[in-house]
């Protein structure tokens, strides 16, 4: 019976010994697990965020041709930004999407070209863009230049944007 008993303390030790290197070998198969999750978790963020700023980014471009094309409109048809002399005492108001400039300004004027700066509301007030005209006087030969800035963000917010982050993309056009 001595030696069952040898025999039983051994199978003990050995059941022992094994129960710890299945735990310590769970432990690293637990913590592998567990930095893949992080990383991919943390990549799936990182997915999204350049999902989120692309769409951003895409208003705020279609803000700027959006004002563009209703600055092209304004200048062409409705002969908006003719230079006249003496230089005017406000600026035109260009009106997009039937909403009038939030701001216009009189940038600069001299006897060849004049300047004019505005700010318009896009999309019902959801998006704004600031857009520039270069307008030569007809008789220099020279060429108009249209600048616009989109923004994805509204009107108010450009004004005092505080901590917003927000897009702006640019497109120009020039004719003569």
């Known amino acids: 019976m001595a030696i069952k008993n040898r025999n039983s303390a051994r199978e003990i ?10 735990l310590f070998v769970a432990i690293i198969f637990m913590s592998v ?20 700023s692309a769409i951003e980014s895409q208003n705020a471009f279609y803000a700027a041709d959006a ?16 230079h006249t002399t003496p230089v005017p005492s406000s600026a035109p108001s260009l009106t997009c999407d039937g909403v009038g400039a939030v701001s216009s300004s009189i940038d600069s004027w001299n006897a060849n070209q004049w300047v004019v700066s505005e700010r318009v509301s896009i999309d019902s007030g959801r998006l704004c863009a600031d857009v520039t005209i270069y307008k030569p006087d007809p008789s220099a ?4 230049y249209l600048f616009s800035r989109g ?23 020039s004719y003569q």
């Not at 030790?13 to 129960?19: F, H, P, Q, T, V």
């Not at 004002?67 to 003719?82: M, P, S, T, W």
């Not at 030969?141 to 108009?144: K, Q």
């Open 151 to 173: 923004y994805n963000i509204p009107c108010a917010t450009i004004a005092n944007p505080g901590k917003v982050r927000f897009m702006s993309r640019g497109i120009n056009a």
């Open 13 to 22: 030790r050995r059941a022992d010994s094994s129960r710890g290197f299945a």
């Open 141 to 144: 030969g020279l060429r108009t």
């Open 67 to 82: 004002a563009l094309e209703c600055l092209l409109y304004a200048d062409q048809k409705l002969n908006l930004f003719v």
């Open 33 to 52: 697990m567990l930095v893949f999750g992080i990383t991919l978790s943390s990549l799936g963020y990182k997915q999204q965020i350049l999902a989120s």
